[in-house]
């Protein structure tokens, strides 16, 4: 029997969990002295940040004043902005340097070199992309300013580690050294961000051609549907979902097992953000919020500043950042610049297509194109490990990226993907938003940005609101079916980006009221130009229109409140089918005691809730056992049982609902079987877990948030994690938080009034657990206490001098 999971760690996303287990490989017996010696401690004590005093910074056109106030968020006021790059990136330096060169390793596909053998196979995976390579070309081509800003960026954070008495104590603990920051390192950083909220594998694209073999278009399309009846988006299009077939076209091969479970979906990267206009607020101004939903460690991946730059004594600041910026970059990410408020959540459009590679017979080394054949071509890399010998890479290449696999029958494809592309990091347009001066400004800049491609909210102090998709979009002809293809003939194909004039745009929506949760924002021909990369249920993003709708006035608590909206209505449907489920089955005493805590279940996701964990639990065992009948053993896929896509629990919820004799899993002779497998496999969860009335969601919800090192030593997790809590929240609520993933940041603003904005990160500033602001803010962010977005009373003033 088999139970699912609660928190799914997808494989394309392993960085912080090969992290753990490198560090548990990594001389475990040295790293546990050092790391309870009075060594360690000194070299706790030697590389704390410095947070008063007078130090010169060379390079510096004036000096810098930066004041922390109690949490450390610190106030930087600076003459110039290649001065306040170089300030923050001391900043950073001395604060977040290990993070920092975790991402621009995992961009780079090094981070065995850091951490050891152990991180080998992700490296593999990621050097395929040659990011650095790639990183070293796109510096030379950034607009000048940008490459000042850089440059001054990389000056400050190598000053800033260099001003420490000693490295971070993860260096100590792992044996190895750190290397100086360079300006690609910055571009590393974006890629880190590409690899963590995109497919790098056409892993979606794979499974629908593997269902299609097997199933049939009507049975796949049912099975992964593009549109289903829960979708929200904001332009409010609605499309009929596909047609419910009458029988299975085919039946599977004999002796595969029928309930096996299918991997469930992945909690999804990039979140929830929405905005009001200014006629539903007090004070005229638009407001904005946001929640980035991504896995937690500690310190939290963004570092919070307020950002002055102030030519003149007399004159008022020329830009007033306040937000959340992070370290590897000079910018700041989301936040207000007083005039205009934005936010990211991922935006899921379709950044990339699976190329199966035609090969002429009998000739292995071309592949054909519009252009005739062409020969393949070998790119070099080396692979190195921490205290290992070092590997050659060979990494066959196309005209289309690099060949990342093969298919049965040994024919290569390639992800042919944005991240690749010539536009993939552009830093212009994220200095253009940070001095926009309106929504259409902020719209404008983000069509000139290269980044992951995020659905971007923008709301300014005159009212208005936007959306758009923040990055480059690919112009993509003949591929709307979701599906791998040859392109040898070029009738599938990218022409290149699409101008901004092109790129889908909803500003100031006649109900005053924009929204975005991973889900599709629009419909129809919009829709088509941005594609399907693998959009969320629309569970969430109904929620949050619904909270949206259910006011006509807002204030900056009214969108906090949305925020950690645990209100589970979307489980209703599965609650009555588990109680009729129940009822059917009078003599089984393990059900009956179970029912009543379903029959009050509550409809929240909160931690004493034992119904809502029976009804979310019954569910995922349902959907891992319906689609895992379906989707086992698929010819074509590498997996036995692949990750279903996020859309599918629409399909399974008819199957169970209407329970269609022509559609019976395979294996199962009838639907009370199948309902007989998914309350077994409940039963003993609920057993393995002491009975129904421990069976609470707070014991299997509770914060999990770690160092990435405290895995393997026990004795530095006491020092570094925080408790380790039950929490309030799930991925199919707007208040996202299971263990280890969640909300990292929380941000609630109108521009122009940051004296009223909100503001929750979990573990705060910092890195070292002897600073004295080590963890502050994280209870407010467990429990969602309002908090204040502008920094507070100053504690600490440092000044940096040329």
């Avoid at 979606?204 to 099975?223: E, K, V």
Wanted: net charge negative; proline share 10%; with cysteine.
């Amino acid at each position: 029997m088999t139970t699912a999971p609660i928190t799914p760690v997808p494989a394309h996303r392993r960085a912080r969990l090969v992290l753990r287990i490198a560090a548990a490989v990594v001389g475990l017996g040295a790293v546990a002295a050092g790391a309870i010696s009075g060594y360690g401690v000194w070299v706790l004590h030697a590389s704390r940040p410095m947070l008063d005093g007078t130090l010169a910074l060379p390079g510096l056109d004036a000096p810098v004043t930066i004041t922390r106030d109690g949490e450390g968020v610190p106030t930087l006021t600076a003459r110039t902005r290649p001065d306040l790059a170089r300030a923050m990136g001391f900043l950073h330096g001395q604060e977040r340097f290990f993070q920092m060169d975790l991402l621009r390793r995992v961009g780079a596909g090094e981070l065995a070199e850091l951490v050891g053998p152990a991180a080998l196979d992700l490296d593999r995976a990621h050097r395929l992309h040659r990011f650095r390579a790639l990183a070293q070309a796109l510096l030379a081509r950034q607009d000048p300013a940008d490459r000042a800003l850089l440059a001054a960026y990389t000056a400050g954070v190598n000053a800033g580690r260099a001003a420490q008495g000693h490295a971070p104590f993860e260096y100590t603990l792992l044996r190895v050294a750190p290397t100086p920051w360079r300006d690609e390192d910055s571009l590393l950083v974006v890629y880190a961000m590409y690899f963590d909220l995109q497919r790098s594998d056409g892993a979606g694209q794979r499974l629908r051609a593997a269902l299609r073999n097997r199933w049939g278009a009507d049975m796949t399309a049912f099975l992964d549907p593009e549109l289903t009846p829960l979708d929200a988006p904001t332009d409010g299009s609605t499309a009929p979902p596909p047609a419910m077939p009458a029988t299975l076209p085919a039946r599977p091969p004999a002796g595969i097992a029928p309930t096996l479970p299918a991997t469930l979906p992945a909690p999804e990267r990039g979140s929830n953000n929405f905005a009001v206009a200014g006629r539903l607020t007090a004070t005229g101004s638009a407001m904005v919020a946001n929640d980035m939903h991504l896995g937690l460690m500690v310190p939290n991946i963004w570092y919070r500043a307020r950002q002055i730059l102030r030519p003149d004594d007399t004159q008022p600041p020329t830009l007033d950042l306040t937000g959340i910026t992070l370290p590897g970059e000079p910018y700041q990410i989301v936040g207000t610049n007083t005039h205009v408020a934005w936010a990211f959540t991922d935006g899921n459009i379709e950044a990339g297509d699976l190329i199966a590679l035609d090969i002429p017979p009998g000739d292995p080394t071309h592949y054909r194109t519009p252009d005739g054949l062409k020969p393949f071509g070998t790119a070099r890399e080396t692979l190195c490990a921490a205290h290992e010998t070092c590997h050659p890479m060979a990494i066959r290449t196309t005209i289309w990226g690099p060949v990342s696999g093969q298919d049965t029958e040994g024919r290569p494809f390639v992800w042919h993907w944005s991240a690749e592309d010539a536009g993939a990091v552009d830093y212009r347009g994220i200095r253009a938003l940070e001095s926009a001066g309106s929504v259409r400004a902020a719209l404008d800049a983000a069509h000139r940005t290269g980044l992951p491609q995020e659905n971007m909210l923008a709301g300014d102090r005159d009212g208005h609101i936007g959306w758009t998709i923040i990055g480059q979009v690919p112009r993509r002809i003949g591929l709307d079916d979701r599906l791998p293809h040859s392109w040898a003939d070029g009738s599938h194909r990218w022409d290149g980006m699409l101008p901004p004039s092109d790129i889908p745009e909803i500003l100031d929506p006649p109900d005053g009221r924009l929204w975005s949760a991973n889900g599709r924002v629009v419909g129809g021909t919009a829709l088509a130009v941005l594609g399907d990369g693998g959009y969320a249920d629309g569970l969430r993003a109904g929620r949050i229109r619904d909270d949206l709708h259910a006011r006509d006035h807002f204030a900056e608590s009214d969108l906090l409140a949305i925020q950690t909206d645990d209100h589970a209505t979307v489980l209703r449907p599965w609650q009555a089918l588990l109680t009729a489920a129940i009822a059917a089955r009078p003599g089984r005493a393990d059900l009956a005691a179970m029912a009543p805590y379903v029959a009050s279940w509550g409809e929240h996701a909160r931690p004493d809730s034992i119904g809502y964990r029976l009804v979310r639990q019954y569910r995922a065992h349902a959907l891992s056992l319906v689609f895992g009948a379906y989707a086992h053993a698929l010819p074509g896929l590498p997996e036995t049982t692949p990750r279903m896509p996020p859309r599918a629990a629409w399909a399974v919820q008819r199957l169970l609902t209407d329970r269609p004799a022509g559609l019976l899993p395979p294996g199962q002779p009838n639907w009370t079987a199948m309902d007989d497998a998914i309350l077994n496999a409940l039963a003993a969860e609920v057993r393995a877990a002491g009975g129904v009335s421990s069976f609470r969601w707070g014991t299997a919800n509770h914060v999990g948030i770690h160092h990435p090192l405290a895995r393997a030593i026990p004795l530095l997790g006491h020092m570094t994690d925080p408790p380790d809590l039950p929490e309030a929240g799930d991925t199919l609520v707007p208040r996202v938080a299971v263990p280890g993933f969640g909300a990292s940041e929380r941000l609630v603003v109108s521009p122009g009034h940051e004296d009223t904005a909100l503001f929750e990160m979990p573990m705060g500033q910092a890195a070292n657990p002897q600073t004295p602001y080590y963890g502050a803010g994280q209870h407010a962010w467990v429990t969602g206490a309002p908090r204040p977005l502008l920094p507070g009373t100053t504690q600490w003033t440092l000044t940096l001098t040329p």
